[in-house]
């Protein structure tokens, strides 16, 4: 049996009896409470890793019983089951501090997952107690809105490595915070007081480039009246970030492979050797193992920025984070622009939560900023629905001819869902576009069936 001690709170008693028996069959240690006061009396005897509670119970709810758990015991893990379609109160609880809600009904599978998240999340919480007073400061420092637990992870990584001189890739779709995860490194590092120099390398014509970064000599090009000091140059002893990393040309692939081994740089005309210090932070959003195998990108070059790679989770990955963010960027583009926004209502809500986000936070950012700045809800989420996973369309169906015998449908699901993922390459978003359906349930059948995408 697993040491996780789960407490289900729910009223109803059948439906209680079912989940205690599912988790117990699941091997976890199962205590049930009918109602919010029974679940605190439980709470202030035992240690519980996560509370499963239901919306309504008697005359309270579940955020009564979760404001209790996050002010008396921050840590333990919370899932809330929802009634179908009340988007609002999945909100409320993720505002709240609820680590996931799950809408009924729900199936045995999305039940076990949603505990299994819980748990991560306290653990990962538990972790990040040793660290919290560094921790809160580092949220402040870094800008990083976010407490999803992968959000959690890039911040234990940012906070275990930023200290040190590390080389640092990180990886991530475009506006998933790449840049500000950067720029957290380098505020939380001992280069902090020296420069923070940001380049993108898709965005420096080819011609200039090699002067641009490397610094030139007097006349080591027509125009170059004087010496020029590099970026490089310029970042010594602090950090420069060279984003787009994939877009460097062959020859400027080359030069920082040089640096990044010797510590040196040459200015364009001239072969003398500059020592620097300088710490090399890259991002791209590109697939940099691909780029290698097709030979666009230097192996040796890959490996040496790879010593540390950070993942930047892609907004849909986090969706719990999403009201949160909503919330921030409200307030942050009201101040900005100094003008009043209406609260968003649970209609607004639920099209962010469904909206599967392509242009990540800087997308969501850019919407709210558009509302702020008009105070029209529709540009929050204009084209959305067009966009929208849930799309109401059903599209051709494909033909089946049912075998007399009859069939296993679980493992035709299985089979439908894994011919989609490999029609649309193992990208996840498209294949739930495709099967219309939301990302969030999309992954709930992979990890159900035990399908890989990767
Ligand atoms: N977790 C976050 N919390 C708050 N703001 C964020 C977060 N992630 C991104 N942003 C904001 O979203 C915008 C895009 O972020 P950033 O430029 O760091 O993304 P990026 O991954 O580097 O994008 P690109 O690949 O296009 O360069 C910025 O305005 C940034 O402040």
Redesign the pocket.
């Known amino acids: 049996m697993s040491n996780n001690h789960i407490l289900v709170v729910e009223d109803d008693h059948e439906q209680r009896a079912l989940i205690c028996d599912i988790l117990t069959l699941s091997q976890y240690r199962v205590t049930e409470a009918d109602c919010v006061e029974q679940a605190i009396l439980l709470i202030k005897e035992h240690q519980f890793d996560v509370i499963f509670s239901d919306w309504k119970l008697g005359q309270l709810t579940g955020i009564d019983l979760l404001n209790y758990v996050r002010k008396n015991t921050p840590l333990t893990g919370f899932v809330i089951a929802t009634a179908y379609g009340t988007i609002s109160h999945a909100v409320e609880a993720l505002q709240q501090g609820s680590d996931d809600y799950l809408p009924k009904p729900f199936q045995r599978q999305e039940l076990l997952l949603t505990i299994e998240k819980a748990l991560k999340a306290k653990e990962l919480r538990s972790q990040n107690q040793q660290l919290s007073a560094q921790l809160s400061e580092q949220k402040q420092l870094i ?4 407490k999803a637990p992968c ?1 959690q992870a890039v911040y234990q990584r940012i906070d275990k490595v930023s200290a040190t001189n590390a080389t640092v890739l ?1 990886l ?11 720029r957290a490194l380098h505020e939380r590092s001992n280069r902090n007081h020296r420069k923070f120099i940001a380049i ?1 390398c898709g965005a420096i014509a080819e011609s200039l480039a090699e002067a641009e970064l490397f610094g030139a000599e007097k006349g080591a090009y027509t125009g170059a009246n004087n010496t020029k000091i590099g970026r490089f140059e310029a970042a010594d002893q602090g950090t420069i970030f060279l ?2 990393i994939g877009e460097l040309s062959p020859s400027l692939q080359a030069h920082l492979l040089r640096f990044l081994q010797e510590g040196t740089i040459c200015r364009l005309g001239s072969h003398q050797e500059i020592k620097l210090d300088v710490r090399v932070i890259a ?3 590109r697939d940099l193992q691909q780029e290698v195998r097709d030979g666009n990108f230097r192996e040796d070059l890959f490996y040496r920025l790879n010593v540390v790679p950070i993942n ?1 989770p892609a907004l849909r990955e986090r969706q719990q ?1 999403i009201p949160l ?1 909503a919330d ?2 409200i307030a942050a583009h009201s101040k900005q622009h100094q003008c009043q926004a209406e609260p968003l209502n649970s209609e607004s809500y639920r099209a962010l939560l469904e909206y599967h986000w392509p242009g ?3 997308e ?2 850019n919407r709210i900023e558009r509302f702020v700045l008009l105070n029209d809800i529709d540009e929050l989420t204009a084209n959305m629905s067009s966009e929208t996973l849930s799309s109401n369309e059903s599209g051709e169906l494909p033909q089946v001819d049912l075998p007399e015998q009859g069939f296993n449908w679980e493992a035709f699901e299985r089979q439908c869902l894994a011919n989609t993922l490999d029609f649309h390459q193992g990208n996840r978003t498209k294949a739930a576009k495709y099967l219309q359906m939301s990302y969030k349930a999309f992954l709930y059948r992979l990890e159900k069936f035990n399908i890989n995408s990767k």
């Open positions: 800008g990083l809105v976010g959000m990180i991530g779709e475009s506006g998933t915070g790449k840049e500000l995860a950067a993108n984003d787009e991002a791209t959003h930047m984070d963010l921030h960027f990540n936070v800087r969501l950012s």
